[in-house]
């Protein structure tokens, strides 16, 4: 079972920016999708963004808010996956959760909330206007 530990967030103005990481350990990290959440107080847990363990056959996917603004990536060979993050607004505040599903199929991005098999402890962000 792979194990999530995030890193990055913190206090930030608005339209500044940051980059959170997160470092997967214990498991096959090459054969999981990956993804990014944020939940806000009060609110329910919503995919930021997720990209596929295969990027040669995949597309990274992208909530309509973030789009053009946040760039999900990973780095196999260091089993880590980063979200950076852009152009920030107070609306991005949240913590943030990574995630990841074991999947056979390379391209995927489907990383629905029951489905995610390891959750990180979370950052939080929080963006001042």
Request: aromatic share 12%; proline share 3%; hydrophobic share 35%.
């Amino acid at each position: 079972q792979v194990q999530l530990v995030e890193s990055g967030g913190g206090l930030v103005q608005f339209g500044d920016s940051l980059r959170l990481s997160c470092v997967a350990s214990g498991g096959t990290f090459s054969r999981y999708v990956m993804g990014w959440f944020r939940q806000a107080p009060g609110k329910e847990r919503e995919l930021v963004a997720a990209i596929p363990w295969s990027r040669s056959i995949g597309r990274t996917y992208y909530a309509d808010s973030v789009k053009g603004r946040f760039a999900i990536s990973r780095d196999n060979a260091k089993n880590t996956v980063f979200l950076q993050m852009n152009s920030l607004k107070p609306e991005d505040t949240a913590v943030y959760y990574c995630a990841a599903r074991y999947t056979s199929v390379g391209f995927s991005v489907e990383i629905p909330v029951g489905s995610v098999d390891a959750w990180g402890q979370g950052t939080q962000v929080t963006v001042s206007s």
